[in-house]
């Protein structure tokens, strides 16, 4: 019998320990057909999983609103680290503008095939620049900096690194938003990659992208041993875990606990998890 009284074995959703194994695209002498077939992938996957867009929308575009651009309604900067297929970047800027709002977003890659496939989908916008470069040694300063599907590709030095280099290049939030560790998302990654995701790296990569995500207390030891410490994470369905944080200044709006107006993932509340940080009221 259980402790709780039960007569079945308590059940484990998710795998016990992030996956330590490379992802293909990672590697920089992979296959440049297939890492160009993953990258037109993106954009779906971003559009139907990642939230990223209703993430930046609340947590930056909103915030832009909240705290003005200044008398002169000057520039905004954005750095957007890991600029995959530069979609996120692209629908930002538009909307953006629709609110009269300007932006510089800079997009940062390691892979140099990954920054020429970028270039060339964000030749036609001016305000977006593109550059090759390492996560880890990030250079401001930059109003805004947000991360998509960076964090799982690092490991835990690495996202020191990254955590307190973003912290010194940011002036005012730092979005991160990626994969919650569970076997429910592994199973309904797995379907829709069967169906959806041919010819390209996504099918093996995604899944093992998810074996390499976290869970809510994994990721919240990193970040409270950062100087981002005291920011709280959020976790959303399907699958996303994702922090929104303000860095500290004499005229910073409170320090954001979690992200706004979102459903809780259920499968991050399993026991042994810390229970999901509330929204600021």
């Known amino acids: 019998m259980t402790p709780a009284g039960q007569w079945y074995p308590a059940i484990q959703w998710y795998p016990a320990r992030?996956?330590?194994?490379?992802?293909?695209?990672?590697?920089?002498?992979?296959?440049?057909?297939?890492?160009?077939?993953?990258?037109?992938?993106f954009s779906l996957i971003n559009r139907l999983f990642s939230r990223m867009r209703g993430l930046v929308r609340r947590c930056i575009l909103e915030d832009i609103v909240a705290r003005g651009t200044?008398?002169?309604?000057?520039?905004?900067?954005?750095?957007d680290v890991g600029a995959g297929a530069c979609d996120i970047?692209?629908?930002?800027?538009?909307e953006a503008r629709t609110r009269g709002i300007a932006l510089e977003i800079t997009c940062l890659d390691?892979?140099?095939?990954?920054v020429d496939y970028a270039r060339r989908k964000t030749s036609r916008e001016p305000a977006i620049t593109v550059r090759e470069g390492s996560a880890l040694e990030i250079e401001g300063p930059f109003d805004y900096i947000m991360a998509n599907h960076l964090l799982h590709h690092?490991?835990?030095?690495?996202?020191?690194?990254?955590?307190?280099?973003?912290?010194?290049?940011c002036r005012r939030r730092l979005l991160l938003n990626d994969l919650l560790r569970s076997y429910w998302s592994l199973a309904g990654f797995s379907l829709f990659a069967t169906l959806f995701l041919h010819r390209s790296f996504a099918r093996t990569?995604?899944?093992?992208?998810i074996r390499r995500g976290f869970r809510p207390q994994e990721l919240q030891r990193l970040i409270d041993r950062s100087p981002w410490a005291g920011a709280g994470l959020g976790t959303m369905l399907p699958g996303r875990i994702c922090l929104a944080a303000d860095k500290p200044s004499p005229e910073a709006i409170p320090r954001t606990r979690a992200v706004p107006?979102?459903?809780?993932?259920?499968?991050?509340?399993?026991?042994?998890?810390?229970?999901?940080?509330?929204?600021?009221?």
């Open 18 to 41: 992030r996956s330590q194994a490379r992802e293909l695209m990672d590697d920089t002498l992979s296959d440049p057909v297939l890492l160009q077939r993953t990258l037109d992938q």
């Open 70 to 79: 200044g008398p002169t309604g000057e520039t905004i900067s954005v750095l």
């Open 89 to 94: 970047p692209l629908w930002l800027l538009a």
């Open 110 to 114: 390691h892979d140099p095939r990954v």
């Open 154 to 169: 690092l490991t835990e030095p690495e996202i020191d690194r990254f955590l307190e280099r973003s912290f010194r290049a």
């Open 205 to 209: 990569d995604g899944a093992l992208s």
């Open 261 to 281: 107006g979102q459903r809780q993932d259920p499968s991050a509340g399993e026991p042994g998890d810390p229970p999901p940080p509330r929204a600021p009221q």
